[in-house]
């Protein structure tokens, strides 16, 4: 099994487009003040309708006052989620490397429901971009996914086939809105089958249990890709996001993030139901 996703997940965030993630709180602060004496530099005035030169330059900018707080909720929000999951499949990969199957076994599938708590507000985050850019006809900018960002050999494909179709997409819009649903769509398989392997995993159905903790493993490395990729997109998105769109866009990921019955979620609930029959016929 590689080690490099659980080197690069756990307390140390991936480079996506040449920038290093790391805690949002340390970004995006706005100084009180440069120079005793002076008045500071209010950012917040600024009309974010104008869209910047690049990517790059858009994950260096300073949001105004109001977009700022929505980013700092929504992005610290899915990193404690995220967290959580690294955690736990750590915990259980610990376990298993000290050869106490049952309980590594235990972990891995409680770390599936702590993936659900990741892949749903990401998922309807990424629904809610895709869903207000379409509608409002906003354009922020985006940068075509890079395959050697990921691990799995879907989640590699599907970014190499965005990444051509990126190239002759020739509308900034489209690219944009491309980029999110493939992200979405990733994510939601991501999810699926994280949640399935972690389920095979734990009801020792699985023939091929090392295969399914290299997937477990290479699944959590590409759902951090993905939500590196998100938070860039949003902060693209919310410097070009016109104040009186906030309300709509903040309701819009409200509806887009409600909890979806999932393949995933109904094959845990069977797993559930066939663990407890014997428990309630005793």
Known sequence: MSQLPRQLHIGSPIPVLGIILNDPA????????LFPGRTPVKDSVR????????????????????Q????????Q???????????SLNEALELRQDLRVDQSLQAVRFSSELCLLLTQPLGGLLRALYEHAKHYGTIPNAAPLDPANFQGQKSQKSARLS??????LLSHRLQFLHKV?????MVEDLGTNYCLCAADLSDKASEDPVRMWELVDAGH????TCLREAIVLLKSFL??????????????????SKPRRSEAHTRLQGIRHRRMTPIAGQ
Do not use: C
Request: hydrophobic share 45%.
């Open 26 to 33: 340390h970004f995006f602060a706005i100084l009180s003040s």
């Open 47 to 66: 009309t974010p309708l104008a869209r910047g030169t690049s990517v790059d330059r858009d994950w260096r900018a300073w949001l105004p006052q109001e």
């Open 68 to 75: 700022e707080k929505l980013f700092r909720i929504h992005v």
């Open 77 to 87: 929000g899915l990193e404690s989620n995220y967290t959580m999951l690294s955690i």
């Open 163 to 168: 990444n051509l179709l990126s190239r002759v």
């Open 181 to 185: 649903s493939v992200l979405g769509e």
């Open 221 to 224: 490395y590409d759902l951090n």
């Open 239 to 256: 410097l070009v996001l016109p104040a009186d769109q906030l309300g709509a866009f903040q309701q819009t990921i409200f509806e887009q």
